[in-house]
């Protein structure tokens, strides 16, 4: 069932804005992290909202999946981009590095295990502009056309004031925590720990 103006605005004010905060935050604090587990699974994160965005960007409508055409009155507005041979690389190691078991896991460190978040940004970035720039003013939400219209060097000092992530993890004995969804950009995720006694 397609989604109306009124629920892809909604739509794009929380779920587009989660995925396009989280990878422009990811992409810039990933390089000065040492190694570690917490790295680890930044990286994984940055991975999957990675894919996530270029799915959104590159790929037809399938099934329940939101896509960049939606955002368009005529979907014929937004000509499918082809993917650049270095998204295609970017897009199958993503496939297959956030699940570590495959075949075409990169064992060990070589120096092609590293992954220059800054460059994969700004290749989500480029497409990214030219959708805000075309998509239906009825249907994306102007914060997210505002985010994508500012200078690089200035979106991640406004994710820091315009966007909060209410993805919650708790740990409690007693109860299962859940918040309100607040009009903020969220998965209004909850991960609830309970401590064996």
Known sequence: ???????????????????????????????????GTETSALLESF????????????????????????????PTDWPLPQLTPDLKRILQRANNEVSHLTES??????????????????????????????????RLEPKVREFLGLPSKEMRIWIGNNV???????????????SALSCAASTATVITTRRQP
Do not use: C
């Open 1 to 35: 069932m397609a989604l109306t103006d009124k629920e892809l605005l909604d739509y794009s004010a929380e779920h587009l804005m989660h995925e396009l905060s989280m990878l422009w935050e990811l992409g810039e604090a990933l390089p000065d992290r040492p190694p």
């Open 47 to 74: 991975a999957v909202h990675l894919r996530n965005l270029i799915e959104f960007f590159f790929f037809a409508k399938k099934g329940a999946y939101v896509r960049a055409q939606d955002f368009f009155e005529d």
């Open 105 to 138: 896991r990169i064992s060990g460190n070589p120096p092609s295990k590293g992954w220059d978040t800054a460059t994969m940004v700004k290749q989500i970035e480029i497409v990214a502009r030219r959708f805000a720039l075309k998509a239906s003013g009825k």
């Open 164 to 178: 909060s992530h209410s993805n919650i993890a708790v740990q409690d004995t007693t109860s299962t925590y859940t």
